[in-house]
């Protein structure tokens, strides 16, 4: 076999789909030492070596196997021993190339199409998890405001709670301590007036006795400074009136006309203290007197008189 045989089939003989006999007179030639056709299977070899054969394999169609093997033993049943016609054998080597051509190129693309399919779904799967990732480390981050502001507003709360209830403390102190200051500006007006009505020079003593529901020794004294025209009312031994019921001082003049001065009360020993001022208007009076009434007192008498007495 010349090296123009050789090379002719060199690619069938990498591949081992020569006769033994053809198969056997190439190895033959290549012993003989020829350089050119030992290069002519090393670049047939390294060809088919660049084949991705490792890649994830695609399964040809069974059908399509079976063609090519019934292909090749139709070929090497029909030819003759001796390798007369290289013409024939490259007529029957095309099919045979095309065939391999078509394997190789569809395990090429079933191949590629896998390999990118697969590089699709890991891209995919990467990008998706990377969204997932950013969304849980938002929703992380939301959370620890909401938290955050959960804490501060917690915290707010409790110190608008703590003012509020310092603000109503203050609130009753101060109101205690109004009530206590009034109650001490009425103590001095009080004192005020009795020094003042002590100190008239024109001052006239009226003493109103027991009357009706008081004890005996119940008594009250009217200070009259007939100047300024103020009565101060002192009483002791009082028993107090009934629930929702107050004293009231009536001035009585001596046309009989009853004049509202004023309602008072007495403390838990009887005792009572109280300033009244004449309105202008009133006439002469002849008696003055002390009766129970509905608190707020009324512009006439309705209650039963616990004190009176006539002045002089």
Known sequence: MNCTDCHDAMMEYALGALPATEAEGIRAHLAQGCVPCRSALAEAREVLGSV?????PVAPPRALKERILSAISRTEADQAPPRQHPAGRMSWWIPLAWAASLIITATVAGSLQGSRAEESQRDATTL??????????????LQADADQRTDRLTTLERSLVAAHASITSLKDSYA?????LAMLEKSLRS???????LRAANLQLVTLVAQGPQPAHARARVLFDTDARMWQVVASGLAPPKAGRTFELWYITVDQQKIPAGTFDCDGQGDADAIFHVPPGVGEIAMAAITDEP??????PTGEIHLAGAMK
Not at 128 to 141: K, S, T
Not at 295 to 300: C, K, M, T
């Open 52 to 56: 991705p054969l490792a890649l994830v």
């Open 128 to 141: 998706f998890n990377d969204q997932i990732a950013q969304r849980d480390r938002r929703l992380l981050a």
């Open 176 to 180: 205690a301590k109004d009530a206590r």
């Open 191 to 197: 004192a005020r007036d009795s020094l003042s009505v």
């Open 295 to 300: 608190i707020g007192g009324v512009q006439v």
